[in-house]
Nanobody, 114 residues
């Protein structure tokens, strides 16, 4: 199984981005998934999570009300809609299961300028 993240970029504070995570293999739909991020000099942190069927989501306090996680199991794809971006959201964003069972992908860089 492989994970490929995309959709990052450079955006001004207050802007929006939509990240995508495409998983290979046939087990994606059975796994609760999460979006993680790692800022320079900091540990990787979980920012959003979604159950296997998409019926329940959870967010870190730092992104609550601004980020929305969703998934399309038929496409083996998960999304992260990021609105009202702040400079402190600058990081490399990754996707994985909630037990981090899949080798990490390359991630996608999000840079928010002030």
């Amino acid at each position: 199984v492989q994970l490929v993240e995309s959709g990052g970029g450079l955006v001004q504070a207050g802007g929006s981005l939509r990240l995508s995570c495409v998983a290979s293999g046939s087990t994606f739909r059975f796994n609760s998934m999460g979006w993680y991020r790692q800022a320079p000099g900091k540990q990787r942190e979980l920012v959003a999570a979604i159950t296997s069927g998409g019926g329940s989501t959870n967010y870190a306090d730092s992104v609550k009300g601004r980020f929305t996680i969703s998934r399309e199991n038929a496409k083996n794809t998960m999304y992260l809609q990021m609105n009202s971006l702040k400079p402190e959201d600058t990081a490399v964003y990754y996707c994985n299961t909630l037990v981090q069972a899949i080798p990490w992908g390359q991630g996608t860089q999000v840079t928010v300028s002030s």
